[in-house]
């Protein structure tokens, strides 16, 4: 069946020509279709979102870009989008949110060195998410060296490396073999909410040392964010002897600063039921992060704080795949 797909480019690794200074994204959507080529069963349109190296990528265009993929969806079967792997995961993680309620899927991709260069993984990565997309029923993905993981899961864990991302405390939900892509059942679909792509970037995150100050704590509130995502020790544990952590949580809570508390592991969940440590630190305003990334934890806690009046009780619930319940 003919499929209607669109390209979104952002710029990243995948779009960029060396310059005076380094690399810089300077390849447009259609010319980067153009060095790679399209399948012949697919229309694919191509539209430049912005080109940006992927660091320069924040809450704002996560906007532009939740917008102009969901005018694209109206017409389309599906959004690819070329994005640089620095910040992918949290681009990821933070569309998941945002395109909450969508029923046509959106994949995203780019690649370790650009498309001009001899050994590149950009077209062999572009080809991938081509094939997920076409064969993918709803949900937001990250699609890099044969991987498919779903966009809440997805945490880059190699700066050179082709097999640069990870699925974080979920399996992949699927991979792409000689016989294509092996996808998993498509994910729930929860209900659209009001304000979708309505985000508060105003969120800190703090990985602790022995040692942190509470007065750390205290400069969050002061410094105007109404966000918290705390790197915890092991299953959550934060320090109260000599600098009070768990009390200063509490009153930074009344302050109005709302705090998702995760793990420093990169695997397994947070759990604040087992050593005295932990047990008092969950509040109205303190939530556990279970076993997200700290990607997805950011992206979920600056989506909440879009409409805390409403979302605030969904931090305790997987929306997309980013917590195991």
């Known amino acids: 069946m003919h499929k209607k797909f669109i390209l979104l480019a952002t710029g990243g690794t995948i779009a960029s020509v060396a310059g005076e200074n380094g690399l810089h994204p300077a390849i447009s959507a259609s010319e980067l279709l153009s060095r790679i080529g399209v399948p012949g069963d697919m229309e694919i349109v191509c539209r430049d979102v912005f080109a940006l190296d992927s660091s320069n990528i924040q809450p704002e265009e996560w906007q532009i870009l939740a917008q102009a993929v969901r005018a694209a969806l109206k017409e389309s079967d599906g959004v690819l989008i070329t994005h640089g792997t620095d910040t992918m995961a949290y681009t990821a993680a933070a569309l998941s949110f945002m395109l909450l309620g969508e029923t046509k899927p959106v994949v995203i991709t780019g690649s370790q060195l650009p498309i001009g260069h001899p050994l590149s993984d950009a077209t062999v990565n572009f080809l991938e998410a081509l094939s ?194």
Not at 168 to 177: E, M, S
Not at 207 to 215: F, M, N
């Open 132 to 325: 997920v997309l076409d064969h993918a029923e709803r949900g937001v993905y990250v699609v890099f060296h044969h991987k498919v993981i779903l966009g809440t899961r997805a945490v880059k864990i190699r700066t050179t490396g082709f097999d640069a991302f990870h699925s974080v405390n979920a399996p992949l939900f699927g991979h792409i073999d000689a016989e294509g892509p092996h996808l998993s059942p498509a994910p729930r679909i929860f209900p659209l909410p009001a304000r979708p792509d309505a985000i508060d970037s105003r969120v800190f995150l703090l990985k602790l040392i022995p040692g942190t100050s509470v007065e750390m704590l205290d400069w969050v509130a002061q410094a105007g964010y109404k966000g918290l995502v705390i790197e915890a020790f092991g299953l959550g544990g934060l320090h109260y002897i000599r600098r009070n952590l768990v009390d200063q949580l509490h009153a930074i809570a009344e302050k109005g600063v709302i705090t998702l508390v995760t793990t420093q592991c990169i695997y397994e969940k947070a759990n604040f039921s087992l050593y005295e440590v932990g047990r008092n630190v969950l509040s109205r305003q303190v939530f556990s992060a279970r076993d997200m990334t700290t990607e997805a934890a950011v992206a979920k806690l600056m989506w909440v704080l879009g409409d805390a009046e409403h979302r605030l009780p969904l931090l305790n619930h997987s929306l997309c795949g980013e917590m195991t319940e």
